[in-house]
Structures are given as structure tokens and as C-alpha cells.
């Protein structure tokens, strides 16, 4: 088989979407009937390091719409046969369908979130998506909420959760250099990782900080650690002044790959009341850190925990459900959660395999 996959980002890249690209790709080349994955990413902001066995990773057409257009042309051009196409996020779609009309073969769509959730503000985007002939989503509730509009017809449906190495993360005590670099000795940390987004503000942020004045009543030594970086940082950081807890709330900006798991081990309890996360893999990750975790029942993350199995599921929109939710995380002990082995990239890479194979049955 010769795959091509039109994604936003994956080597090089940073970010849950990037991640899941990665192990994609990854899973894809290790499959013993695959002979080349083709993939052309939208943008790498950073070198894209070590790439697996048999996969061709385009950066020619890298961070303009009209040079990813002309790298795909090429790329059909120079080997026109493939046996699938992936389209590695929605907005994508006109591309990747193009490709299918090229080269005739299965698309398949993969949705990660809430960008999915609606229907896209393209009219064209919106019509090609009921085209598909594969969709692929992270969560049965991201799966549910396109199904909601998006007309998809035949389209065959499957879930691909995230997945963590486990082997790059595990229980360990706090780093003191940390610790001193952000101001966190002898507190009880709370954290959130994720990105700052103006335009979404789903991650729980705002609700963490809503309830930082009464969680600090029963625990006075409480700092809340948020990690990462975007453009409502401002907004998030006038509103703690207004809370009056510029005091406890840190902000630690965007944190490399190879120090994230140092991080989540600060917290003494992860915390990520969301409306609008699609699955969450930073819970997955604070989890194999032994970070005991709370999380939305509303949207994707409660998959990530299992439906409770693995941690606390709160509704963001009820405070004292919230706090509730801090409480018992914070009185949990440190340990990695049994059944978290069901995320790990082992797993991940068989459900590809079968995946494929599934898809490729369909066509024989």
C-alpha cells in the first residue's frame, strides 16, 4: 500500500493535534503491507527530528495555502498511485478531495474537536465532507456531534483515541529547579497545560480560576500552574488581578516537549474542566505521570478518563461540583491509574493496523 496524508502539522510541530499525527504516521509505516507513507504537512515550526522507516515527508509547500496546493499537485504528479488518502483535519478537505478524484481511491477524514463539532464556515468545505468514504474520530462524542450535520452518508466510522508513551512519563518527585523557577515550593499546585485560545476559551481556565478563592479557603498554600501560551493570556491574567489571586496563578508560557513531563509533575492534582476538548491527551500524559486528574463530563475528555474510571468528571459549569472535584483529586495518592495501559502506543499502533486493514478489506 502507498498512503498520502495531508495534515496541518506533525514532525516539528507542537500540540495534541501534531502528537496524534506523529504516532499516526509512525503506526502507518510500521504496518508490514505499507510500502510509503506520503505526507504533506501545512507547517513545522521546528526541525522535524528523526522520521520513521518509509515515510516521505514533504516540506516543500510548507506555510502558504497556494505552495501546499503546489506540492500536492506535484506530488500526484511524480506518483500518482495511492491506495488511501487521509485527511488529517477538516479544513484540509478540499485538498485531500481533490486527491481522491485524482487518484480514485478511499478518503478519510480525521476529527479531532470542536472544530468539527459545527459546520465549517465553507459552504465547499462543508458539502466535500459528506463525499468521504472513511470518517476517523479521536472520541465517540467528537464522532456524534459531525454526524450531528455533516450528512456523511456510506462514510464506514471508527474511533482512534490518543495514546501516550508511557515510557517517556512517569511518577517521579518534583523538579526543584522548576519549582524555584516558577515559585512553587511547599504550595499544593494545581495545573492546566494547553493553549491559550482567544477565540475557543474551552480548556477550563476561567472555571479553575472562579474557584481559586474558595479552594484556597480550605487549602491556603494553593497555586494554580497554567502552561502554555496563546493571545488570552492578557485577558487571563487581568481576570486574576480582578480575582484577586495574581498571587497564586502562574504562568509558565509554552513548554518544550522534553520538559512536559517534569511539569505535569508539579501538580498535586491536573485539573481540566472543559466544554469544548475533543479527548485531551494532556490528560493522559499528567495520568502516566501519576497525577491524579479532573475533567469534564460534557464534552470528550471523560473518554480520556474512562467515564471516571481513571479520574474525577466534573460539570465545568457547576462551581461547587468543581471544587468538589479539586478536593478529591488533591486527596487521592500519587499513582499511575490501572487501565491507563488501554491509551498506550502499543495499543494505538495495533487499532491503525486494524484500521487499515479494515479499510482495505472493504475495497478487495
Known amino acids: 500500500m502507498r498512503i498520502l496524508c495531508l495534515i496541518t502539522d ?25 510500502k510509503e507513507v506520503v505526507a504533506i504537512p501545512r507547517i513545522m515550526p521546528n526541525p522535524p527530528g528523526i522520521l520513521p522507516q518509509k515515510l516521505t ?25 495511492f491506495d488511501l488518502v487521509i485527511c ?17 481511491t478511499p478518503l478519510a477524514l480525521i476529527v479531532h474537536g470542536v472544530d468539527a463539532w459545527h459546520p465549517t464556515r465553507r459552504r465547499i468545505t462543508n458539502y466535500l465532507v459528506g463525499k468521504i468514504d472513511v470518517l476517523i474520530s479521536v472520541s465517540e462524542y467528537t464522532q456524534s456531534r ?12 471508527f474511533i482512534l483515541p490518543n495514546c501516550v508513551d508511557l515510557s517517556l512519563y512517569g511518577p517521579a518527585p518534583k523538579n526543584e529547579k522548576l519549582l524555584a523557577r516558577y515559585g ?45 501560551d496563546g493571545r488570552d493570556r492578557n485577558r487571563l491574567e487581568e481576570k486574576a ?15 518544550p516537549e522534553e520538559e512536559k513531563a517534569d511539569h505535569y509533575r508539579l501538580a498535586d492534582a491536573y485539573v481540566m474542566p472543559s466544554r469544548g476538548e475533543g479527548f485531551g491527551i494532556v490528560l493522559l500524559e499528567a495520568m502516566a505521570c501519576g497525577i491524579s486528574t479532573v475533567a469534564s463530563k460534557l464534552d470528550g475528555s471523560r473518554e480520556a ?36 495501559e488501554y491509551f498506550s502506543s502499543s495499543n494505538f499502533q495495533a487499532r491503525v493496523h486494524d484500521l487499515i486493514d479494515a479499510i482495505r478489506e472493504s475495497r478487495s
Open 184 to 228: 512553587l515550593k511547599g504550595k499544593i499546585v494545581l495545573m492546566t497545560l494547553g493553549r491559550l485560545d482567544s477565540k475557543e476559551r474551552a480548556k477550563g481556565f476561567d472555571e479553575i480560576m472562579e474557584v481559586l478563592p474558595k479552594v484556597a479557603e480550605e487549602v491556603p498554600n494553593i497555586a494554580y500552574l497554567i502552561a502554555g
Open 305 to 340: 478518563l474512562r467515564d471516571g474510571m481513571l479520574g474525577t468528571l466534573v460539570d465545568p459549569g457547576n462551581p461547587s461540583e468543581v471544587i468538589n472535584g479539586i478536593k478529591l483529586a488533591l486527596e487521592s495518592p500519587h499513582r499511575v491509574p490501572d487501565g491507563l
Open 241 to 255: 488581578k480582578s480575582l484577586m489571586i495574581e498571587d497564586r496563578v502562574v504562568f509558565a508560557g509554552l513548554v
Open 57 to 81: 515527508y514533504v516540506t516543500a509547500g510548507l506555510n502558504s495555502k497556494e505552495s501546499f496546493f503546489s506540492e500536492v499537485l506535484h506530488c500526484l504528479r511524480l506518483k500518482p498511485r
Open 146 to 157: 459531525i454526524q450531528e450535520w455533516a450528512g456523511l452518508g456510506k462514510a464506514r466510522a
Open 10 to 34: 506533525a514532525f516539528g510541530g507542537h500540540g495534541g493535534i501534531s502528537k496524534f499525527n506523529r504516532d499516526l504516521l509512525t503506526s502507518l509505516c510500521s504496518h508490514s503491507d505499507v
Open 88 to 104: 488529517g483535519h477538516i479544513n484540509l478537505i478540499p485538498f485531500s478531495y481533490l486527491c481522491r478524484r485524482i487518484t480514485g
